[in-house]
């Protein structure tokens, strides 16, 4: 069995292979917000998505490539943002989930809401006319049970 450091350049060994037989398109194939894709490449490669990650020559050669591509024009761009926090950790919103629930919710009561409206529209048009009709009948002297 191959020991952690065998492993890691076995893996990039593999990744190198995968580059050199990829074109522009093919790369373009695999784009996921604004970069690779990173499972793709793990199954390309044969390899875990936390190799990627884990292995710092590997981490270093996949960026090397996305930095070349964007060179390329293959990748788009990095906008400012990505610029400025590229080494940072995302910092994380724990009411995302909340909000996205909330908004959901908001969407489906204001539909409810047009649709109850348009309904009592509906329906105070009918009591306008039996009111009309019971009224008429109450002058003539019919009175509904």
Do not use: H
């Not at 060994?13 to 522009?24: E, I, M, R, V, Y």
């Not at 060179?71 to 919103?93: F, H």
């Amino acid at each position: 069995m191959a020991s952690g450091q065998q492993k890691a350049q076995q893996n990039l060994d593999a990744f190198l292979l995968w580059k050199a037989t990829q074109t522009g398109d093919d790369f373009k194939q695999i784009i996921f917000r604004g970069q690779l894709n990173r499972g793709e490449i793990a199954k390309a490669i044969g390899c875990g998505k936390s190799a990627l990650n884990q292995n710092p020559a590997l981490k270093t050669a996949v960026k090397n490539l996305e930095d070349e591509l964007r060179g390329r024009g293959v990748l788009p761009p990095l906008t400012q943002d990505a610029k400025e926090n590229a080494g940072k950790p995302k910092i994380y919103d724990n009411t995302a989930n909340r909000k996205s629930l909330d908004s959901k919710r908001v969407s489906s009561l204001e539909a409810e809401n047009i649709e109850l409206k348009a309904k009592v529209k509906q329906l105070e048009g009918k009591l306008a006319r039996f009111g009309e009709l019971s009224e008429t009948l109450s002058e003539m002297g019919f009175m509904p049970r």
